[in-house]
Nanobody, 127 residues
Framework: QVLLVESGGGLVQAGGSLRLSCAAS????????MGWFPQAPGKERDFVAA????????VYADPVKGRFAISRDNAKNTVYLQMSSLEPEDTAVYYC????????????????????WGQGTQVTVSS
C-alpha cells in the first residue's frame, strides 16, 4: 500500500508563491506517475499537473502553465508543486495522487488513472 501525505499549504496573498510537498511511503515510488489535483468547495476535483516516473516529462492544465511547476525527487520519495503568481481562483484543497499502471499514459490527467490519494492540503489565496 502507498501512503501519500501532503504538506505546505496555507494562506497567501494574490501574486505570492507556495510550494506543496507530497511524501510517499514504500520502496516503489519511482514506478508511479504522480499528479496534483485541486478541489474547490462545490466543484469537482480537477487536474493541474502530472509528472512521469523518471521526472523527465510533465504536463499542465492550461490555467496554470507558466505559473506552476511539478517536480519529483525519487531518492526522497517526494513530489512537489511549486506555485507562483497565485490567484484567488487557485484556492482549493490540493490532493497528491499516484498512478501505478504501466499500461496507461506516462503523465495521466484523468483522475480514474490514479490509484492512491493523499488527504489533501488547503491552499487559500486572498485578493
Amino acid at each position: 500500500q502507498v501512503l501519500l501525505v501532503e504538506s505546505g499549504g496555507g494562506l497567501v496573498q494574490a501574486g505570492g508563491s507556495l510550494r506543496l510537498s507530497c511524501a510517499a511511503s514504500g520502496r516503489t515510488f519511482s514506478s508511479y506517475a504522480m499528479g496534483w489535483f485541486p478541489q474547490a468547495p462545490g466543484k469537482e476535483r480537477d487536474f493541474v499537473a502530472a509528472i512521469n516516473r523518471s521526472g523527465g516529462s510533465t504536463v499542465y492544465a492550461d490555467p496554470v502553465k507558466g505559473r506552476f511547476a511539478i517536480s519529483r525527487d525519487n531518492a526522497k520519495n517526494t513530489v512537489y508543486l511549486q506555485m507562483s503568481s497565485l490567484e484567488p481562483e487557485d484556492t482549493a484543497v490540493y490532493y497528491c495522487a499516484a498512478a501505478s499502471s504501466l499500461f496507461l499514459t506516462a503523465t495521466p490527467i484523468n483522475l480514474v488513472e490514479y490509484d492512491y490519494w493523499g488527504q489533501g492540503t488547503q491552499v487559500t489565496v486572498s485578493s
